[in-house]
């Protein structure tokens, strides 16, 4: 009995020493008890019930989590705040087109023509710049009478013609004071190499030196001294001839070339004066074909015999010469065709002539229309207007008036006509 006391006197001071052997600082968790587990008996060594004691754990406590934030809450500004000068671009604003049809400017007078009358020579200097236009002419082009240039200028890029007076087509033209010799500078510009295409177009400068004429009355043969009438004189007598397509009310260049069958073609001729003296235009005569070629086939003269518009007689159309409204243009209408089994482009080329305003109508400077009625004039001398059904020209009962001064050239233009198809019900 003695010995078993003894020996469990030393197992519980062996329990008792390690319990006092664990560190301070060390504690049980403590965990929240979720559910109690029945308490348990153990007998003891000496046969009394020993209640074990159960630790109760608890759960360790959750911080509560952030409460969300409200992105879309609104800041309040604190103190004043500065305005925003930044706005949306405005879209930029398109140009407006201006009403009304397109105003062709006239261009300005160029003066590149210079002429030096001698006693027995002709002298002319021209340009390379011929046009004023900062494009040089091609100088095989241009000839004086037929003749061409004699030499050339380097440093005033300009070319030298000089003639006899009787020479390089010259026209002699006797008044009651003094004599006049005239020569007919031209240009006729071809393609250029290479392309089909001209960058200037055909011109006409007419020139004339004035001599007077003085006499000695003796027993001798009269001998005419020839004085120049003026040394130096420069030529603006630039003419440039044209053709236009015109709007119905003749106040503009017509945008289209494009037609229909039974339209009327307005169509006006002109002659570009510069500062010459005023002139008077007139249509000789035009012809109308399939290619740029005047002489290409098929053709159709609708203007011939100096004048006369003879598509309304041949056709019975309504083609005719308006009357005319100032001298330097001529105005007429053409009833819109076509060639037979052709549905290109048609050509017209006409041949004009321009003399001064100051001179009479005659056979030969005439535009007459026919009518039911007979022929008409568009100068309101329907006199000249006779020879339309022979032949027109000198010793046909015209007042022609020899000294007038006489320019001539040409100028063409195109146009479509399309058959007017219209639906039938």
């Not at 053709?299 to 011939?304: L, T």
């Not at 001529?330 to 002539?353: N, P, V």
């Not at 022609?400 to 233009?413: F, I, M, P, R």
């Amino acid at each position: 009995m003695g010995s078993k006391l003894g020996f469990g006197g030393l197992l519980m001071l062996f329990a008792l020493s390690l319990s006092e052997a664990q560190p301070a600082s060390w504690q049980k968790p403590t965990w929240q008890q979720t559910h109690q587990e029945p308490e348990q008996t153990q007998e003891s060594e000496y046969g009394k019930p020993v209640q074990q004691e159960i630790p109760t754990f608890q759960r360790p406590v959750q911080k509560p989590a952030q409460e969300p934030v409200d992105f879309q809450s609104k800041q309040v500004l604190q103190g004043p705040v500065k305005e925003l000068a930044w706005s949306f671009p405005e879209a930029p604003e398109e140009p407006e087109e201006p009403m009304g049809p397109f105003d062709l400017k006239t261009p300005l007078p160029a003066n590149t023509v210079a002429v030096q009358c001698g006693e027995n020579v002709v002298q002319v200097e021209v340009k390379k710049d011929f046009f004023g236009i900062n494009q040089h002419i091609q100088p095989s082009a241009l000839t004086l009478g037929g003749c061409a240039a004699a030499g050339e200028d380097a440093g005033a890029e300009a070319l030298i013609f000089e003639s006899e007076l009787q020479a390089c087509g010259s026209v002699l033209t006797m008044t009651e004071d003094g004599l006049i010799y005239s020569f007919t500078l031209v240009y006729a510009p071809e393609a250029l190499p290479g392309t089909p295409v001209l960058r200037t177009g055909d011109a006409v400068v007419g020139i004339e030196c004035h001599y007077s004429r003085k006499h000695d009355v003796s027993s001798d043969a009269l001998r005419p001294t020839w004085i120049p009438y003026a040394a130096t004189k420069i030529a603006e007598e630039l003419l440039v001839f044209s053709l236009q397509l015109m709007t119905d009310d003749w106040q503009f260049e017509r945008p289209s070339n494009q037609y229909f069958l039974g339209d009327l073609i307005h169509i006006q001729a002109s002659v570009m004066q510069y500062m010459h003296v005023p002139l008077r235009v007139f249509v000789d005569s035009c012809v109308a074909t399939t290619a740029p070629d005047v002489n290409s086939i098929p053709s159709y003269a609708f203007i011939e015999n100096h004048g006369c518009m003879v598509d309304a007689k041949i056709t019975g159309s309504d083609s005719r010469f308006l009357p005319r409204v100032q001298d330097d243009e001529l105005q007429f209408q053409l009833e819109a065709f076509r060639f037979q089994q052709d549905s290109g482009l048609i050509y017209i080329t006409c041949f004009l002539k321009a003399t001064a305003a100051s001179s009479p109508t005659d056979a030969e400077h005439k535009a007459c229309s026919f009518s039911p009625n007979g022929w008409t004039a568009a100068d309101r001398d329907d006199r000249v207007c006779g020879c339309c059904d022979s032949g027109c020209g000198f010793g046909s009962g015209s007042d022609q008036n020899a000294d007038t001064a006489l320019w001539e050239g040409e100028a063409s233009l195109s146009f479509m006509v399309k058959e007017n198809l219209r639906s039938t019900k």
